[in-house]
């Protein structure tokens, strides 16, 4: 189809058209000029500036216009495709009145504090925006990212969880411990994920991945159980959603307001940000408190934590553990891990607890991924 065509015209009886004033019904031919004319038997009746037409509430199989610059109940419909198309190329503001009527509604039913986020959104910039809107994102909303979220990381990592049962059985146990230390309910959920990149990560939602490539690097279950901690206290702090507005940014609020996440480039673009960026420090330090604090409340030390991750980030900020490959989130900033194992030995006590898994359970739990 010729995409230039400016005179382009339907030929009889390509519309119908309402003028708004009478119910009767106009079959119509459209003219594409510098306006869309719209004449009935030859005879012009109406000129439609193509900046003022709108969509109108629709049915399928049918292209429903309504224009500002015409009375408000003229209408004109058209069913016919190729005339559908040719008139949408012409209307850069087709869609508008859409987000302006259904969108809106929906930040009304969230709440006007919301509205007031994107404000400040314009007027102050992402981070701070990120920082007043996420305190008021719904519970439904958050869950709702986060499996869009979980979907993207499934797809990137093939779908590869390790669910061998005793190694799964020992995980479970591990993560309900830690999780009813905390106060948190069963909507937090954690996996082990079979990718030999040492890293864990928390969702929006309170999804949680352990990464085989990092439970390998571990020497007994109190490292993994404070590297729980700390991604339980991501969830608690609700830092992954913060961290997905932030980097998602304005397009990734926008779908989230009207209702589209799971489809648009914005999560996938967020969730893969997930995986590759680290939190800032006070972020860090926030989400090691939790590790600080949960692991005393069951009587064991911080400190391994503090040992498996600056064992795996390397000490000079070199990449001994990595072999090269990314590190990337909990690991990924060498001066960090220093400075936490530093307080984590401040915090360290003698272990007054019950082990968190018997030999047995931790032994399993190591194999997850590669027993059969
Ligand atoms: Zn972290």
Known sequence: MQVGDDSASS?????????????????V?????????????GELIARWPYDAIRRADGTDGMLRATCEAAPPLARLEIRDRTLAVELLKRCPRFDEDKIGGRGIARIVGWSFAALASIVFLVVYGLPYAAERLTPLIPQSVEQRIGQAADKQVRLLF???????????????????????????????????????????IALPGGKIYLFDGLLQKANNVDEIAGVLAHELGHVRNRDSMR?????????????????????????????????????????????????????????????????LL????????????????????????????????????????????????????WASLKAVCTAK
């Open 11 to 27: 030929g009889a009886g390509g519309a119908v058209f309402f003028d708004g004033a009478s119910s009767r019904k106009h079959l």
């Open 29 to 41: 031919d459209l003219t594409f000029a510098a306006e869309l004319e719209i004449r009935e038997a």
């Open 158 to 200: 093939d779908n590869k969880l390790c669910t061998e049962p005793k190694g799964q059985a020992a995980f479970l146990k591990l993560v309900t411990t830690l999780r009813t230390a905390m106060g948190l309910d069963a909507s937090v959920e954690a996996a082990v994920l079979g990718s030999d990149i040492p890293n864990a």
């Open 243 to 307: 961290n997905m507005i932030y980097t998602g940014g304005t397009s990734f609020l926008i779908g989230m307001l009207f209702g589209d996440i799971s489809g648009s480039g914005a999560v996938i673009f967020a969730t893969r940000s997930l995986l590759d960026a680290s939190y800032s420090r006070d972020v860090e330090r926030g989400a090691d408190a939790a590790t600080i604090d949960i692991m005393h409340k069951l009587g064991r030390s911080p400190k391994p934590m503090g040992e």
């Open 310 to 361: 600056l064992r795996v980030t390397g000490k000079e900020g070199g990449e001994s553990g990595g072999k090269g490959k990314r590190l990337v989130s909990i690991v990924s900033s060498h001066p960090l891990s220093e400075e936490r194992l530093a307080r984590m030995t401040q915090e360290d006590r003698q272990a007054t607890g019950t082990p968190l898994l018997s030999a047995d359970e």
